[in-house]
């Protein structure tokens, strides 16, 4: 398959912590896939000297998610691509070893970036891209205070492994540029946007309708995953020309951010059951092992 | 729970590897990968190839010592990627099927990877723009065994490097009683530069290198190689060299029993040898006694017995330094000598002149007591 060469990779700087993190708290090595999209942006030079106006487009992936499992199971199949989120690549993480793939680094890359049903297109081109990035993480040979990590970025082109250096993106003002491609990722239900005035009769006439019902509910019930316990009768409200638009917009914040840390809190509660069943299969695996 | 444990599943597959393999793999160090330090699951093999050694990372997982290990090839070896060929889940590789509860998979594993290597370094060097390598390559590679190395980096000048196995004889079946585990061999190293544009090519590199246990029956650094003639290839140069080397070989094992013989021949003068080296003969150890006086001789025989006399050291057992060692003599190599005697004059010369040698050796020794 025909690879093109990406100009630039990006990954947030909690995205690269979490990562890390998860790396360093595992028992034995991890490895997964590696999400985030593609585009191919045509920098501004913001410059008006003449010779500066060749104009080169580059094709820039940034990572915004990752799954991780341990080494030693096989990666699952990845999940069909979504609109927003398309799988990159995938990574692996391997205390104290050289910073050069591996034999299986080698085999699993080749596999994911030549199987055609993973490609995808990033934004703003026509091109097809496979997932072909991987991302090496080690730790040093011996253990040291301050240097705990090692990484390493690739773009697998041409059946050999391209270093890649990888831009960590954090807020401040030196990123100010990323705010160029910044694409909002939650997903509101389409409201109808027609001008019309605080006319009960038709307000009833739509809800009265069972298609009607049956359209709210569903938007409801989206709304229901980025906001906790706002109607979707309130949302529809902001579209209007309502007085109270700034403190509904706040509610609907207040909600969305609530809804974040219900979420949060289930993550927590259930991680905490995934490393009690962890600890558990440890000493198990610790006995059949031999090692007790 | 100790410090430093192996698991026993890997500890199995190692111990498989080390008493198996049909080349000498050696384990260099081994580590853990685990977030407890104690498990070692990591370890480096430094695996004999061209004459040279390559080492490759084994990494197991001792938190899940079921599992398939993974390997890290060297630096330069970054474009190695042996199962890249085979497309997708059809590939039917040792890794992919691994089972644990087999210790052989291991040593599978690293001689399928090295033929693997062996086949990849083929491919780079025949890739090499050079004519004379591609002349080189298709007139040798009739013969068997034949391993090869391009080295490239930045610092060093490109080159390939051949491995020839010379003379097709089983040199462990020759030597009667030897213990050599692996099969031993001799090799023709030769070393192309390659890369550069010559008007004419200079002559290759050569250098004999044999296994290092045969060393106690042959030298390689004593043979004296026939000259590269120029614009010979490697083909026409091996006949010639094969035929000197089989000779100075056959020389080798008839030396072993000259060697053995005047071992023997020594015996109705000396008795029997306290030690003696049973295989190659190159060491034999008699107790003698003149008057009161008791000591040791000392024999080492050379590889060019019985051209060049026996090296004597004469060890008393009733003189001590003042470190508690034993006394020793200098190492008496002249002695008189003719190869051409027969094994019972040779002794009886060496008998004559250890009985007066005894004497002197006495005399130092008592000199050095009663300072």
């Not at chain 2, 068997?144 to 080159?159: A, F, H, L, Q, V």
């Not at chain 2, 000396?270 to 000591?295: M, N």
Request: proline letters at 8%.
């Amino acid at each position: 398959m025909d690879n093109f060469p990406i100009d630039k990779i990006q990954i947030s700087g909690a995205a690269l912590a979490s990562l890390l993190h998860r790396a360093s708290s595992a028992v034995g090595d991890t490895h997964g896939y590696l999400f985030g999209h593609a585009a191919v942006s045509t920098p501004n030079p913001l410059s008006d000297h003449p010779t500066t106006a060749t104009v080169t487009s580059l094709l820039v992936a940034t990572i915004t998610s990752f799954l991780s499992i341990p080494s030693h199971l096989p990666l699952p199949p990845p999940p069909p691509a979504t609109a927003t989120t398309c799988l990159l690549g995938w990574f692996s993480a391997r205390r104290k070893t050289p910073l050069r793939p591996s034999l299986k680094d080698s085999t699993a890359t080749l596999s994911l970036s030549s199987s055609p049903s993973l490609a995808f297109t990033p934004q703003n081109s026509t091109l097809s891209l496979p997932p072909s990035l991987f991302l090496l993480i080690t730790t040093p040979f011996q253990d040291q205070l301050i240097h705990t990590h090692e990484y390493k970025a690739f773009q697998y082109k041409g059946s050999a492994f391209e270093p890649k250096s990888l831009c960590i993106v954090n807020i401040g003002p030196s990123f100010r540029s990323q705010y160029d491609s910044f694409s909002p990722s939650v997903e509101l239900p389409a409201m109808d946007c027609e001008l019309k005035g605080p006319n009960a009769m038709v307000e009833d006439e739509i809800d009265e309708s069972l298609a009607g019902k049956k359209n709210q509910l569903k938007d409801q019930k989206q709304l229901d995953l980025c906001a906790e316990g706002f109607e979707i009768g309130r949302l529809s409200k902001l579209m209007g020309a309502e007085a109270a638009y700034t403190t509904e917009m706040e509610e609907l914040y207040d909600k969305m951010l609530a809804k974040i840390d219900g979420l949060s809190r289930l993550v927590e509660q259930s991680n905490a059951k995934v490393l009690e069943q962890e600890n558990h299969n440890m000493r198990l695996r610790s006995r059949v092992a031999g090692l007790e | 729970m100790g410090i430093d444990t192996v698991p026993p599943l890997i500890t199995a597959q190692i111990n498989y590897l080390l008493s198996h393999c049909p080349f000498s793999v050696k384990v260099e160090q081994m580590w853990s990968g685990c977030k407890n330090p104690n498990y070692l699951d990591r370890f480096t093999l430094v695996i004999p190839y061209c004459l040279d050694h390559i080492k490759w990372d084994v990494t197991f997982n001792a938190m899940y010592p079921l599992a398939a290990p993974d390997v890290i090839f060297g630096p330069e070896d970054e474009t190695f990627q042996p199962y890249a060929g085979a497309t997708g889940k059809s590939s039917k590789n040792i890794l992919a099927n691994w089972n644990s509860k087999d210790s052989s998979q291991l040593h599978s594993l690293i001689v399928e990877l090295r033929d693997a290597y062996l086949a990849y370094q083929r491919r780079r060097i025949g890739e090499v723009d050079d004519e004379r390598l591609k002349f080189e390559i298709d007139t040798m590679l009739a013969r068997e065994g034949i391993e090869m190395y391009m080295s490239s980096g930045t610092d060093k000048p490109e080159e390939v490097k051949f491995a020839v196995p010379l003379l097709d004889m089983d040199f462990n079946r020759l030597v009667a009683g030897s213990t050599w585990r692996h099969p031993q061999k001799i090799y023709l190293q030769v070393t192309f530069p390659v890369g550069k544009k010559y008007s004419t090519a200079p002559p290759p590199r050569l250098k004999l290198i044999s296994s290092s246990e045969l060393k106690a029956l042959f030298s390689t650094e004593d043979f004296k190689l026939p000259t590269w003639v120029d614009g010979m290839c490697t083909a026409e140069y091996l006949p010639n060299l094969e035929q000197m080397l089989n000779s100075q070989i056959k020389d080798a094992i008839s030396s072993i029993e000259a060697r053995r013989k005047f071992i023997q021949s020594l015996t109705p003068h000396f008795g029997r040898p306290i030690e003696a080296d049973p295989v190659f003969c190159r060491k034999a150890t008699f107790l003698c006694s003149s008057q009161t006086f008791t000591f040791l001789v000392h024999f080492t025989l050379s590889l060019q017995f019985p051209k060049q006399q026996p090296a004597i050291v004469l060890q008393s057992s009733q003189h001590f330094n003042s470190h508690g060692v034993p006394v020793k003599s200098p190492n008496i190599t002249e002695c008189p000598w003719s190869p051409r005697w027969s094994p019972s004059e040779k002794a009886d010369r060496m008998l004559e002149f250890l009985a007066e040698e005894a004497l002197n050796f006495k005399k130092y020794c008592n000199q050095l007591n009663q300072q």
